[in-house]
């Protein structure tokens, strides 16, 4: 695994977004920001951990924005084969589900599967997940192993 380090940060943008398209395989998306999902399953503490050590965080902007979260999860969720984190808990207070950047999910924000939000039926689900099938969120077992998307400013 590549981890970006201070140099990269301080290198001119477009030598970063070169680095981070050409070499790295982001995808930079319409919002100018760019976005990587991976596929060495994790646990969303696992997941927020790994993208922090790519100088990224689990992503927040692109996945609030609708027509940004269609095309992410068109190219990189839905291929990616498997159920994705996305940067939103409710792990503070049960119910009330917080994006990464400390603001509240709006009510219709995001379409949520069939009976989603649960709570695992009362077990304790909150870590915010998106399906590879169809663009709709779960909220999972944070300790559940799975795919993660970064996004980072570059
Ligand atoms: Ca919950
Ligand atoms: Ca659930």
């Given at each position: 695994m590549i981890t970006l380090t201070d140099s990269f940060?301080?290198?001119d943008i477009d030598d970063r977004i070169t680095t981070l398209e050409q070499v790295l395989g982001w995808y930079r998306a319409g919002n100018n920001k760019m976005y990587k999902v991976f596929t060495e399953r994790a646990s969303?503490?696992?997941?927020l951990e790994n993208c922090e050590k790519k100088g990224a965080r689990l992503a927040v902007d692109g996945i609030i924005e609708a027509a940004i979260r269609r095309d992410l999860f068109?190219?990189?969720i839905k291929p990616s084969g498997y159920k994705t984190y996305v940067g939103l808990d409710d792990r503070a207070i049960e119910g009330t589900f917080v994006w990464l950047n400390g603001k509240p999910l709006i009510a219709g924000?995001?379409?949520?599967?069939s009976g989603e939000?649960?709570?695992?039926?009362?077990?304790?689900?909150?870590?915010?997940s998106i399906?590879?099938?169809d663009l709709i969120f779960d909220d999972a077992e944070?300790?559940?192993k799975l795919n993660f998307i970064c996004e980072i400013s570059p």
């Open positions: 940060f301080k290198s969303y503490t696992e997941s068109d190219r990189l924000e995001v379409e949520w599967g939000p649960n709570n695992g039926g009362g077990r304790g689900q909150d870590c915010a399906y590879h099938s944070c300790q559940n």
